[in-house]
T-cell receptor, first 111, second 116 residues
């Protein structure tokens, strides 16, 4: 599975959009981009995933560049409860495969 | 999303004893479950992949005789930490993948193990 690079930490003001970047320059054609988050002392929570088209759900939006070498997770209106470590993972879907976690981005939402 | 439940949420045990952690998929069947370990301020580290009805596959550097994994049914996998030592103190997390159409992995709430 391709490796990802994320900034170690970011701050965001409550109510503003949080934009979390991820670089995955070695991604291959059949690898998806997944985002999970982990709130302190809990198990990770699935957020969203995509292949090449932008995706949106009730939690977030995922913007993937045309060359697929990077992506951005957008939390449109961040709340204090969104404070967590956000992990960007790339993997091939439908292979029953394991998720390999990098260091992630620690997002702090401040009042 | 699907629910994965771990038990216990936390446990304290004495050095040299064994501890069993359960991971259950509550509303779906999981042919594959994964066990992770997480030390403070670090990311999750995959320990092993648990397949229903067969032996687990361990990641490099993980002692299979120390971390016993059993996946006897489609809804239950167990991790037993044998002869626990203080350095085994960690946050253990399982995840399960629905064998149906939805292939996203869902995670348990984690188990905090403290060995004294």
């Amino acid at each position: 599975d391709a490796k990802t690079t994320q900034p170690p930490s970011m701050d965001c003001a409550e109510g503003r959009a949080a934009n979390l970047p991820c670089n995955h320059s070695t991604i291959s054609g059949n690898e998806y981009v997944y985002w999970y988050r982990q709130i302190h002392s809990q198990g990770p929570q699935y957020i969203i995933h995509g292949l090449k088209n932008n995706e949106t759900n009730e939690m977030a939006s995922l913007i993937i560049t045309e060359d697929r070498k990077s992506s951005t997770l957008i939390l449109p209106h961040a709340t204090l409860r969104d404070t967590a470590v956000y992990y960007c993972i790339v993997r091939v879907r439908n292979q029953g495969g394991k998720l390999i976690f990098g260091q992630g981005t620690e997002l702090s939402v401040k009042p | 999303g699907a629910v994965v439940s771990q038990h216990p949420s936390w446990v304290i045990c004495k050095s040299g004893t064994s501890v069993k952690i359960e991971c259950r998929s509550l509303d779906f069947q999981a042919t594959t479950m994964f066990w992770y370990r997480q030390f403070p301020k670090q990311s999750l580290m995959l320990m092993a992949t648990s397949n229903e009805g067969s032996k687990a596959t361990y990641e490099q550097g993980v002692e299979k005789d120390k971390f016993l994994i059993n996946h006897a049914s489609l809804t239950l996998s167990t991790l037993t930490v044998t002869s626990a030592h203080p350095e085994d103190s960690s946050f253990y997390i399982c995840s399960a993948r629905d064998r149906g159409v939805n292939t996203e992995a869902f995670f348990g709430q984690g188990t905090r193990l403290t060995v004294v």
